[in-house]
């Protein structure tokens, strides 16, 4: 196992796989499809976890977010934990490959993976404030489509982390409004080392799943 703790165990390691056992048998006794977002929320083991991990502003956005990484994390767990870890000559082959003109065709099925950026080697400012590392993403997808939760500020000292969701197809044609192009390095934000990778916008994040998908 990397000496880096993934998000998963992070949020769910502390006994609450249990919890995902449950999750599973109710999926399994009502029939229903566990990538159906609304459905697995309807799962009383599911309101019970989100319960538990409810954060402080009850409500609103924070519990969205909270569902979403629920649901992610349960995939994830429900597919093998499986982890692929990405070395910087692999970052760096994937933001230098031309965007998609066409949507990509692809497998019926690709199973929920986390995929895991060396540390400090990528930058996301995906909610329009200071940006923050990217640790990485959940994916899962089919054929055209592909869901992603990308983990933004993943540190030691932080009792939390960033999350950001986007999911659809491939991305056509992706420019950035400034002209430059998409990854281009970070050179002038404050707290990012001058020259890293850097992801802006959901459709960056979406476009970056997909290469890193093509070569998996």
Same mark, same amino acid.
């Given at each position: 196992? *990397?000496a ?7 949020v769910f390691? *502390?006994?609450?796989e ?7 048998d109710?999926?399994? /006794?009502?029939? @229903?499809?566990p990538h159906?977002?609304?459905a697995?929320? #309807?799962?009383r /083991?599911?309101?019970?976890?989100l319960r538990?991990l409810r ?9 969205e977010? #909270?569902?979403?990484l629920?649901h992610?994390?349960?995939?994830f767990? /429900?597919e093998? *934990? @499986?982890?692929?870890?990405?070395d ?5 082959a994937?933001?230098?490959?031309? *965007?998609a ?8 099925y ?8 060396p540390?400090?080697?990528a930058?996301g400012?995906?909610?329009g404030?200071p940006?923050e590392?990217?640790d990485?993403?959940f994916?899962?997808?089919?054929g055209q489509?592909?869901q992603?939760?990308?983990i933004l500020?993943?540190s030691?000292?932080r009792?939390?982390f960033?999350?950001?969701?986007a999911?659809?197809p ?19 934000d ?6 890293i990778t ?12 997909w ?6």
């Amino acid at each position: 196992m *990397s000496a880096r703790a993934t998000p998963f165990e992070l949020v769910f390691g *502390s006994g609450r796989e249990e919890r995902f056992e449950a999750i599973r048998d109710e999926l399994a /006794s009502a029939h @229903r499809e566990p990538h159906d977002r609304d459905a697995f929320l #309807l799962q009383r /083991s599911v309101a019970e976890l989100l319960r538990e991990l409810r954060p402080d502003e009850g409500l609103g956005e924070a519990m969205e977010a #909270l569902a979403a990484l629920v649901h992610h994390g349960y995939l994830f767990w /429900s597919e093998g *934990s @499986r982890v692929r870890e990405l070395d910087e000559n692999q970052l760096e082959a994937l933001v230098a490959r031309p *965007s998609a003109t066409q949507p990509a065709d692809g497998p019926a099925y690709r199973p929920a993976v986390y995929v895991r950026l060396p540390q400090l080697a990528a930058w996301g400012r995906l909610e329009g404030g200071p940006p923050e590392p990217l640790d990485g993403w959940f994916g899962w997808g089919r054929g055209q489509d592909l869901q992603v939760l990308a983990i933004l500020g993943l540190s030691p000292g932080r009792p939390g982390f960033t999350t950001v969701e986007a999911g659809g197809p491939r991305p056509e044609r992706l420019v950035r409004v400034d002209g430059s192009p998409p990854f281009a390095p970070i050179t002038t934000d404050t707290g990012a080392r001058a020259g890293i990778t850097s992801v802006r916008g959901q459709e960056e994040l979406l476009e970056l799943a997909w290469r890193a998908g093509e070569t998996s």
